[in-house]
C-alpha cells in the first residue's frame, strides 16, 4: 500500500462539535480548533494511529473517516 491509499478524508460534524479540544491534543498534526470548532488541516490526510485515536476519543463522535 502506498502513501496515496492511505490517505483519507476527515469529516468534522459541526454541529455536535463542543470544541474540546480533544483531536486537536492528540492529534496536533491533523486537527487544530478555531472559534470553537475543529478544523481538519487538509482535504485529505494520511490515516495515520493518532488520527485513527482522535477519531475515536471525540467525546461526541464529531468526526468520521471516509476512504
Ligand atoms: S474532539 Fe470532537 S468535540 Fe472535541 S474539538 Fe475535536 S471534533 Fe470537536
Given at each position: ?29 491533523h ?11 487538509a482535504?485529505?490526510v494520511p ?21
Amino acid at each position: 500500500m502506498n502513501e496515496l491509499d492511505n490517505e483519507v478524508h476527515v469529516d468534522v460534524d459541526t454541529n455536535a462539535c463542543v470544541g474540546s479540544g480533544t483531536c486537536a491534543m492528540i492529534d496536533p498534526e491533523h486537527f487544530s480548533v478555531v472559534d470553537g470548532k475543529a478544523q481538519v488541516v487538509a482535504e485529505r490526510v494520511p490515516a495515520t494511529e493518532d488520527l485513527e485515536d482522535a477519531v475515536a476519543d471525540c467525546p461526541v463522535q464529531a468526526l468520521s473517516v471516509k476512504r
